[in-house]
């Protein structure tokens, strides 16, 4: 380009012009054929996420059965989710969910990420990984039924514990109003630890292993390389890992509903347990779509915060 | 660059947004079929095309394929359509099958689908009544003569001008009549000094009392919330005992103004708190799914177990000859029996294909021998029809002996408790017996949250 302009020439003045609009076009088409490439997508994104996300407004201002005549109601099936017995009790069950679904598989997934990637990095690594991993594969529908059978009062866990002694604590976990709760969040913890790991391993491969040795050479302990060097450049992926595993909480419902269906007397019921009611037993559609919304704000409250932050330390 | 930072942000939040809404909203939204606009749906009021009732109505000559949805678990609707083929070859079947907790939910979709099952399984059916997807059944019970069989069969599929259950216009049929009461191990009730039924309740808890002293595992019963509370049993079978069937059944099928908080109600109630205070129930009760409570009563843990007779062939497979069953007794002797008793309910979809086709199929399976026959050998329930149909044989030993004699014993019937609205037993009944259980709830509270549940879903 800046060879062209040199000269006095004129043709290569008109050459640049026919160039620029040859590049335009170019640039015009690919685009054009980029945008066919993400249409069918688009499509499916547009009919199966947005329209779905637009009716559950709409449906919010009207009474409807799902099949007969529609009613607008305004703001009544807002005031009326809050009739719900115990909705706050759901609320308050949800983010006691996100200690188990979200902060412990973090936690231990950071732990056991760094052990995996500091000593094993051969085939036991994989093999530990892949170990790790496979409740994500497990259908969820059947991990339920396994875990219901492990939480039973004749059950393995409890087995365990009479044959080490501590016959005193066993109980049907998934029957008791004070441990239904924590035991659910323990079959989260299976689910999510696995995705965590693999998400926050893949992110400790790309961390320079320079810092590791300048830090050994300083004479820093593993857990000094853990805080300095592996936490604060694993902040993104961390963020991710919260950010999904909060919402797997908030918005938690199959392994809920697979396990324990809200019960012992709605200790375990979450707001989208409620959601699933309303909306498939009650067959009030209204209301269940108020509480999908309500739901939704809700989480975004949360999640705003630890997207802004990581976006941030991504920076 | 902060600027386009927060796009970002904003953007992939709103994905998030709207992926979580499509996951939450999805029951209410991605069940409702294309076809069904809400606007072009015949309002409520709209009385269903009737059939013409000047013949009566068969399946022709014709090859006709019924398009059937039944409930996953019973093979004895197949097996009546295998037969009906039989007798019938230009009949053949589509059939489809769908979990009971799934047919809650897609009943109304498949009724109002461009192509609705001629034959489908009812979880409830009043609100499909009333939203015009049953068809009115009222002129093919004159044509086959189902009204003048005996009265309480068809009465709770039957529907008022104010669509309260009981009488009126018939919806649905039943293509069996189940019957609950109290099946019990005779090993372990000989043990326990039983030699016959007993006769009031008193005589019962005594029983439990024995039964709890030997060391043995009085009645055994389900409790999870998956499976729905099995303990309403119990409670509806003591309601019944110390009060009358009419106010029950007035309140299951929402008659104005009618409560479940009634003084005979809260005895009932106390007696079921005294039962859980007294260990007569499993201490992980709220844990046990229905599957669960009916293996381990066939493994011999529970002298007595509340259920009803579609449970007649896992109890004699488990035990066989050793299972047997009494209805409920009376709180005074002498009184009345009273049981659930509810159809095995099936309708037919208002726009269906073949209609006659299917009403000629209740009317055949109501009445046909060998129909008959089949259907009790499948479910052990009685098959209804007329006073003087065929009585199907039963084999020596099996509970299903009990639980068909039983019928003529009963002086009033009711539909369940749980059946009083499609979520009250999900919202009122299974949470707050469930706290009874864990002591969090009293008898008193216990009715009075149920009905504060009943009158919220009522007035939605």
Redesign the interface.
Known sequence: MVILMMTSDKRPAAFMTSRRTYLSKRVRRETFVGWLFTLPALFMYAFFVLVPFLLTIVYSFFRWNGVGPMTWVGVKNYVYVFQVPNLIGTIFNAFWLVVWFSFIPVGLGLIVASVIHRVATGRFGAVARTVLFLPQVIALVAAGIIWGWLLALPGLINQALRTVGLGALTRAWLGDFNWALSAVGMVGVWVLLGFCIVLLQTGMTKIDPALYESARLDGASWFQEFLAITIPLLRHEIGVCLTVTVIAALAAFDIIWVTTAGGPGNSTSVPGIQIYILAFTQRAIGPASALAVMLMILVVIVILPIQWLTRESAQ | ?IKK?VL??LV??LV?????????????????PAT?A??T?A??TEVPTEPPATTVPNCGTDPVVMKVTFETGWDMPTQLTEEFTKQFPNVTWDISMEQFANL??TT??L??SDNPPDLIRLPTMV?FA??G?LLNLDNYATAFGWNEWPVPQLNQNRLDANWIRGSGTLYAMGLNYSMTGVFYNKTLAAQIGMTEPPQTVAEFEALLAAAKAAGLQPIMEW????SGMGLAFPLQNLMAAYGLVGPINDWIFQKPGATIDTPTNLIAAQHLEMWIQNGYF????????YT?AASRFGNGEGVFTFNGDWQNGGYDAAMPGNVGFFLFPPAEAGGGYAAMSAPLTYGIAANAKHADCAAFFFNWAATNETARQINVDGMGSNPGGPADASVPTVAAGSVTIDTLSAGPKLSGAMDFIANA???IF??GW???L??M??G??DAAGLLK?VQA?YE??IS?
């Not at chain 2, 947004?17 to 909203?25: E, F, I, Q, T, V």
């Not at chain 2, 409790?223 to 998956?226: L, T």
């Not at chain 2, 499993?282 to 799914?289: R, V």
């Open positions: 660059m930072t970002y942000s992939s939040l998030l947004a709207s992926m979580l809404l499509s996951s939450c909203g999805a029951p209410a939204t991605t069940e409702v069904v809400p606007a749906v309002p409520s809650i939910t109304p979709l009724l109002a609100s009333q939203d997807l409790g999870s919330a998956k499993p201490p992980d009760i709220n844990a046990i799914e669960d609205t499609s979520s999900a919202q299974t949470p707050e469930q706290k259980v864990a969090e709830q949250a549940e919220r879903e939605q």
